[in-house]
Protein backbone atom coordinates (compact mmCIF):
# COMPACT_ATOMS: atom_id res chain seq x y z
CA UNK A 1 0.00 0.00 0.00
CA UNK A 2 1.07 3.51 -1.19
CA UNK A 3 2.17 5.78 2.01
CA UNK A 4 -0.07 8.84 2.18
CA UNK A 5 1.11 12.17 3.32
CA UNK A 6 -1.80 12.64 6.25
CA UNK A 7 -2.26 9.19 6.45
CA UNK A 8 -3.65 9.77 10.11
CA UNK A 9 -6.32 12.86 8.93
CA UNK A 10 -7.55 11.08 5.89
CA UNK A 11 -8.01 7.81 8.04
CA UNK A 12 -10.60 10.22 10.01
CA UNK A 13 -12.40 11.96 7.21
CA UNK A 14 -12.93 8.46 5.44
CA UNK A 15 -14.76 6.92 8.81
CA UNK A 16 -16.97 10.32 8.47
CA UNK A 17 -17.91 9.36 4.80
CA UNK A 18 -18.62 6.06 6.01
CA UNK A 19 -20.59 7.02 8.62
CA UNK A 20 -22.42 9.08 6.35
CA UNK A 21 -22.97 6.60 3.45
CA UNK A 22 -24.41 3.68 6.22
CA UNK A 23 -27.45 6.01 7.72
CA UNK A 24 -28.16 7.85 4.31
CA UNK A 25 -27.20 4.87 2.03
CA UNK A 26 -26.92 5.84 -2.07
CA UNK A 27 -29.70 8.02 -3.69
CA UNK A 28 -28.95 11.35 -2.68
CA UNK A 29 -27.09 14.25 -4.37
CA UNK A 30 -23.61 15.63 -3.78
CA UNK A 31 -25.27 18.56 -1.56
CA UNK A 32 -26.72 16.13 1.11
CA UNK A 33 -23.86 14.15 1.45
CA UNK A 34 -21.76 17.23 2.08
CA UNK A 35 -24.02 18.53 4.67
CA UNK A 36 -24.15 15.35 6.59
CA UNK A 37 -20.44 15.11 6.00
CA UNK A 38 -19.92 18.56 7.35
CA UNK A 39 -21.88 17.43 10.55
CA UNK A 40 -19.43 14.49 10.94
CA UNK A 41 -16.68 16.54 10.44
CA UNK A 42 -17.58 19.06 13.07
CA UNK A 43 -18.64 16.31 15.60
CA UNK A 44 -14.99 14.80 15.08
CA UNK A 45 -13.52 18.70 15.89
CA UNK A 46 -11.93 18.70 12.45
CA UNK A 47 -11.56 22.24 10.87
CA UNK A 48 -12.99 22.46 6.74
CA UNK A 49 -13.24 24.80 4.79
CA UNK A 50 -16.90 24.52 1.92
CA UNK A 51 -16.56 25.35 -0.91
CA UNK A 52 -12.86 26.64 -0.50
CA UNK A 53 -11.43 28.75 -3.57
CA UNK A 54 -8.22 28.00 -4.80
CA UNK A 55 -6.79 30.10 -7.79
CA UNK A 56 -5.11 29.23 -10.56
CA UNK A 57 -1.81 30.05 -12.24
CA UNK A 58 -0.22 29.26 -15.71
CA UNK A 59 3.33 30.70 -16.54
CA UNK A 60 2.96 33.12 -13.45
CA UNK A 61 -0.51 34.21 -15.13
CA UNK A 62 -4.01 34.08 -13.21
CA UNK A 63 -6.39 31.76 -15.24
CA UNK A 64 -9.25 31.26 -12.67
CA UNK A 65 -10.25 29.73 -10.12
CA UNK A 66 -11.67 26.51 -8.49
CA UNK A 67 -13.95 25.27 -5.61
CA UNK A 68 -13.42 21.58 -3.99
CA UNK A 69 -16.44 20.82 -1.89
CA UNK A 70 -14.59 20.33 1.23
CA UNK A 71 -10.60 21.59 2.52
CA UNK A 72 -9.90 19.62 5.78
CA UNK A 73 -7.67 20.67 8.53
CA UNK A 74 -5.83 23.08 5.59
CA UNK A 75 -4.28 20.00 4.55
CA UNK A 76 -6.84 17.68 2.50
CA UNK A 77 -8.90 18.31 -0.24
CA UNK A 78 -12.23 16.18 -0.42
CA UNK A 79 -14.15 16.55 -3.68
CA UNK A 80 -17.33 14.53 -3.39
CA UNK A 81 -19.65 12.51 -6.12
CA UNK A 82 -22.87 10.70 -5.70
CA UNK A 83 -22.60 8.97 -9.26
CA UNK A 84 -23.84 4.80 -9.88
CA UNK A 85 -21.31 2.80 -11.34
CA UNK A 86 -17.15 3.43 -12.03
CA UNK A 87 -16.08 6.53 -11.10
CA UNK A 88 -15.16 8.15 -14.00
CA UNK A 89 -11.58 8.66 -14.95
CA UNK A 90 -12.57 12.54 -15.37
CA UNK A 91 -13.06 12.96 -11.34
CA UNK A 92 -9.36 11.65 -10.41
CA UNK A 93 -8.51 13.62 -12.84
CA UNK A 94 -10.41 16.46 -11.50
CA UNK A 95 -8.99 16.09 -7.81
CA UNK A 96 -5.22 15.49 -9.02
CA UNK A 97 -5.50 18.86 -11.23
CA UNK A 98 -6.80 20.47 -7.63
CA UNK A 99 -4.14 18.99 -5.87
CA UNK A 100 -1.48 20.89 -8.17
CA UNK A 101 -2.95 24.22 -8.61
CA UNK A 102 -3.36 24.49 -5.39
CA UNK A 103 0.09 22.57 -4.10
CA UNK A 104 -2.14 20.62 -2.00
CA UNK A 105 -0.43 16.95 -1.31
CA UNK A 106 -3.42 15.05 -0.13
CA UNK A 107 -6.82 14.59 -1.82
CA UNK A 108 -10.01 12.43 -1.50
CA UNK A 109 -12.11 11.58 -3.82
CA UNK A 110 -15.07 9.94 -2.45
CA UNK A 111 -18.56 8.47 -4.04
CA UNK A 112 -21.71 8.17 -2.39
CA UNK A 113 -23.51 7.05 -5.28
CA UNK A 114 -23.36 3.21 -5.37
CA UNK A 115 -23.95 0.53 -2.45
CA UNK A 116 -20.78 0.69 -0.54
CA UNK A 117 -19.16 3.92 -0.13
CA UNK A 118 -16.04 4.20 -2.18
CA UNK A 119 -12.69 6.67 -1.64
CA UNK A 120 -9.35 7.01 -3.37
CA UNK A 121 -6.85 8.84 -2.01
CA UNK A 122 -4.67 11.19 -4.80
CA UNK A 123 -1.37 12.25 -3.50
CA UNK A 124 0.75 15.07 -5.74
Not at 4 to 17: S, W
Not at 57 to 78: A, N, P, S, T
Amino acid sequence: MENFEHDALTQKIIGCCFQVHTALGPGFNEKIYARALQHQLKSRALKFEAEKEFSVYFDEQFLGKFRCDLFVEDLVIVELKSVTGFIPKLFHNQVLSYLRASKVKTGLLINFGNESCEVKRISY
